[in-house]
């Protein structure tokens, strides 16, 4: 069970005031937001006795037995109450797709824009919808990153430094107590893997609409305690996929289903990304340390790292992980904590799930067969256990599909998503490349005609602008070639996480269903799985779609 008690004396003490304004019984839901475990010493119990990933199901039995909360009902017209928990690179990213920039991003992005007239950055965020909702919560345990996300909060003008600002956002210094607020409609979670699901959970149990950055799921248990959960509630649950809204996307899900490329074969899709910040080096700042950081709440209470250690050491990868390391400060750690398997999920949940969504979102491909997975630490020699090279292949046999992930550190490459059909290739990412082949039958009269080319691209299609701005990184570079940046709808360009949060906050006034809701997410967050667990173990790890497990070669 996670209580995620803070026993910082400067925290402690600060939460102590703030109780003494909690009335009783906003202290009695938070009493039973922390004593209701969704996974915990008992459901892993269960596991250890059955070794079956899909017994810790079982732990979700205890929501069974009590009604879980409603959301608070939002109609049309009604503002929407927004916490954020986690506000760091991504959420902060987050905040400003909804419409909430810091004052200094504002200044920044009229300067850019002065500086190159191509720039449309700000033009577009000025323009960008009002989506009618409000920052009312901030969580976040580094103090920077909290009165930054306060700073943006409050902008609900979209000004610079110079501009008149709203109320601001109050900060918690546990996501606990702002899940219990009142004034909390929904949270957008943007915390390090290893709190997703869990704060997903917890969150739900307070009744609040979740948008959930990606991975879903940080390991294979709680894949099956979330899904249970969001299942039985009735919030409206969102994964952080904007793939979702890509518009060459669903440009080629039509070119698929009208069979243009014959039988698909093969799926090749890759992330290049050869710089430290590629590599998840990212930059430590300088406010940084002891007293402006919570690293007992960023690591996690003593049982749920245990738990954590358990269910690695039973599954033969204790050697992945250091407990040891987890009573020290450490900058790095917090900074960079892709870079290990105690917090991370490794390439497959940062980079290759945003690959699958895609693939599945066009072709409806599901959980594979099996998955085989091989590569290492071959350059970042830092300390990480997290691999920088990953090569994976996913079967799909009942398909006669096979789905292959390369992550390298060849930036110089543009290696678009590539759908080898028997008749023709479609390369895919922020634009859309066809190519016949010599040998097809589907188009052998055009060909022999001179009507078509082979080995030529005969369709192209590229929505809005030719070139996309801001791209200055390995990273940036890896988004912008995807589409994941920027998508037109009727010819207008749009940041497309602001179109998939706002698909969210429409659903939580429609009561309809997002694209890429629980469903979908546990089949990205299983296919993930298996892909680690194939690299971790040496071995091909296969589905069992009757059992609903994921078993071992």
Not at 482 to 499: C, D, H, I, M, P
Request: aromatic letters at 10%; proline letters at 4%.
């Amino acid at each position: 069970m996670s209580t995620f008690e803070n026993k910082d004396n400067k925290n402690k003490t600060n939460i102590e005031n703030s109780e003494q304004n909690i009335s009783k019984g906003r202290r009695e839901a938070l009493k039973t937001l922390g004593t209701v475990p969704v996974l915990g010493a008992m459901a892993y119990g269960v596991y250890k006795k059955t070794k079956s990933e899909r017994a810790n199901r079982l732990a979700t039995d205890i929501f069974h037995f009590q009604e879980l909360p409603s959301p608070v009902l939002v109609t049309e017209g009604d503002v929407i109450r927004i916490g954020i928990i986690g506000a760091g690179r991504r959420g902060i990213s987050l905040m400003r797709a909804i419409g909430f920039a810091t004052p200094q991003n504002i200044d920044k992005l009229k300067k850019d824009a002065e500086l190159n007239s191509q720039d449309t950055r700000y033009k577009d965020f000025l323009e960008q919808e009002d989506l009618n909702v409000k920052i009312t919560a901030v969580c976040d345990i580094f103090d920077t990153y909290a009165e930054r996300a306060i700073s943006a909060g409050a902008n609900i003008h979209r000004e610079g430094l110079n501009g008149k600002y709203g109320e601001k956002p109050k900060r918690y210094l546990n996501y606990k107590e702002l899940l219990v607020a009142p004034d909390v409609d929904a949270v957008i979670i943007a915390t390090p893997d290893h709190w997703h699901a869990q704060m997903t959970m917890d969150a739900i149990k307070a009744g609040k609409h979740v948008y959930l950055e990606k991975p879903m799921s940080w390991t294979v248990p709680e894949t099956y305690a979330l899904r249970d959960i969001v299942r039985n509630s009735k919030v409206v649950f969102q994964l952080g996929h904007q793939n979702r809204q890509i518009e060459t996307n669903k440009r080629g899900k039509e070119i698929i289903e009208k069979g243009l490329l014959g039988p698909i074969t093969l799926i090749e899709t890759s992330t290049n990304r050869n710089d430290p910040n590629g590599a998840w080096v990212y930059p430590i700042h300088a406010d940084a340390n002891p007293n402006t950081i919570d690293w007992k709440q960023f690591e996690g209470d003593p049982d749920r790292v245990k738990e954590y250690m358990d269910y690695m050491t039973s599954n033969g990868l204790a050697k992945y992980v250091g407990p040891e390391a987890r009573d020290k400060f450490s900058l790095e750690r917090f900074f960079r904590w892709r870079c290990w398997w105690d917090y991370s999920t490794g390439l497959s949940g940062d980079l290759l799930t945003h690959e699958y969504d895609a693939i599945n979102q066009m072709m409806n491909v599901g959980i594979p067969d099996s998955a085989t997975s091989s590569g290492g630490v071959y350059f970042f020699k830092d300390g990480r256990t997290v691999p920088d090279v990953l090569q994976t292949t996913f079967e799909y046999k009942e398909k006669d599909l096979a789905f292959l992930y390369s992550a390298t550190q060849a930036s110089q490459f543009k290696r678009s998503r590539k759908f080898m059909g028997h008749d023709a290739t479609m390369e895919i990412g922020n634009s859309i490349t066809i190519t016949v082949d010599a040998r097809s039958e589907k188009y052998k009269e055009q060909i022999d005609k001179g009507i078509i080319e082979p080995g030529k691209p005969f369709y192209n299609y590229t929505p809005g602008q030719k070139e996309v701005d801001a791209v200055t990184s390995a990273t940036q570079l890896y988004f912008a070639e995807r589409g994941l940046l920027y998508s037109y709808v009727n010819g207008k360009r749009y940041n497309t996480t602001f179109l998939h949060l706002k698909e969210w906050i429409d659903c939580i006034r429609s009561g309809e269903q997002p694209s890429c809701g629980i469903e979908e997410g546990f089949q990205e967050a299983i296919t993930a799985h298996m892909g680690t667990r194939a690299y971790l173990e040496g071995r091909t790890m296969y589905w069992d779609a009757e059992k609903e497990e994921i078993t071992k070669g």
